[in-house]
Nanobody, 122 residues
Framework: QVQLVESGGRLVQAGGSLRLSCVAS????????MGWFRQAPGKEREFVAG????????DYAESVKGRFTISRDNALNTVYLQMNILKPEDTAVYYC???????????????WGQGTQVTVSS
């Protein structure tokens, strides 16, 4: 089973940038698709971005297209989420998760990290 640990969340001003990281344990990281989700207070956890095991395919929520970029380094067992032009509505706890195949369906992800808080001030 893959264990996931996110980092990089903090308070940032609107218009700023952050890069989140998620490090996975285990030797099978390169066989999993990876995703980033977020959950704001009082809201459902929602898909943000996903990447296939090879990095050749990526998917984004409409709300972050053109601002966020997901990438991965299989040699480092790490997936990243580069977030630019941040908005107050991006404020949430961000989670990384692993899945057998790339999907934007939350139920398709089997392992989850503990989350990292991103707060965007206006």
């Amino acid at each position: 089973q893959v264990q996931l640990v996110e980092s990089g969340g903090r308070l940032v001003q609107a218009g700023g940038s952050l890069r989140l990281s998620c490090v996975a344990s285990g030797r099978t990281f390169a066989t999993y698709a990876m995703g980033w989700f977020r959950q704001a207070p009082g809201k459902e956890r929602e898909f943000v971005a996903g990447i296939s095991w090879s990095g050749g395919s990526r998917d984004y929520a409409e709300s972050v297209k053109g601002r966020f970029t997901i990438s991965r380094d299989n040699a480092l067992n790490t997936v990243y989420l580069q977030m630019n032009i941040l908005k107050p509505e991006d404020t949430a706890v961000y989670y990384c998760a692993s899945a057998p195949v790339l999907t934007n369906y939350r139920g398709g992800y089997t392992n989850w990290g503990q989350g990292t808080q991103v707060t965007v001030s206006s």
